[in-house]
């Protein structure tokens, strides 16, 4: 929408601190996407329906791999870290471009809202850091599609490590907003680079599990006197 665009821009300007529809609310719990209670539902999931769900399915595929190919066990850790990797850029680019790509197509700006902003919005509700499992079992079953049709039986090894990705990645930003921020170096800089996405600019820290990504591209959050959050 329109607003979205122009608020984008008068944040840049350094005009107002955040943009509205990015904007954590006094109370950080709630919102909804649908007036209809049922509807409603099915857009909330608590954590550890998704982590089950996904652990339970990656060792199913990945058991149906080893019964219908004869790969090494080289072969197979390589294309699982391959699909690991791959779910971090698949993170940050989805992240980035779709997510926090400000438009003024109602439609992308709906998506946008459904999926992240609402977020956004109430930060802290722990029905909404992870995918619900519906959309959640349609999107990785055409990924697994998708590289079926790319690397064929590879891709029983493949969207396991790409799944694992995943399951790293709503187990973290549950944690991060959840949890205090750890004392841990590593784990503490990805806590306050994700808190600084969320409550001061959310135009740089889109790597959740991994800053890696933010690296390569330059978008790591920065203080006021240009160095790196940490």
């Given at each position: ?17 955040i ?9 950080e ?35 149906q ?6 790969i090494?066990?080289?072969?197979t850790?390589?294309?699982?870290f ?13 992240h980035?471009?779709?997510y ?35 959309p959640?079992?349609?999107l ?8 079926w ?16 990705g ?22 503490r800089?990805?806590?306050?680079q ?9 135009y ?27």
């Amino acid at each position: 929408m329109k607003k979205n665009v122009k608020d984008y821009i008068a944040f840049k300007k350094g005009e107002i601190k955040i943009p509205e529809h990015l904007k954590p609310q006094k109370k950080e719990y709630g919102g909804r996407l649908f007036k209809n209670d049922l509807l409603e539902k099915f857009t909330r999931t608590p954590i550890w329906i998704p982590q089950i769900m996904f652990i339970c399915l990656s060792a199913l595929v990945l058991w149906q791999g080893f019964t219908i190919t004869n790969i090494s066990i080289i072969g197979t850790i390589i294309i699982i870290f391959l699909g690991f990797v791959s779910w971090s850029l698949s993170e940050y680019l989805v992240h980035r471009f779709l997510y926090h790509t400000e438009t003024n197509s109602d439609a992308l700006t709906r998506i946008q809202h459904n999926g992240h902003s609402i977020h956004h919005l109430y930060p802290k509700d722990p029905t909404r850091l992870a995918m619900p499992p519906l959309p959640a079992l349609i999107l990785s079953s055409m990924f697994f599609g998708l590289f079926w049709l790319i690397m064929g039986k590879f891709a029983f090894f493949f969207w396991p490590g790409f799944m694992w990705g995943y399951l790293a990645y709503i187990t973290f930003h549950y944690a991060q907003h959840r949890f205090r921020t750890p004392k841990y170096p590593p784990l503490r800089r990805l806590w306050k680079q994700h808190m600084v996405h969320h409550y001061k600019d959310p135009y740089v820290a889109y790597g959740v599990s991994t800053q890696l990504w933010d690296f390569v591209f330059g978008t790591l959050a920065k203080d006021d006197s240009g160095k790196i959050v940490k």
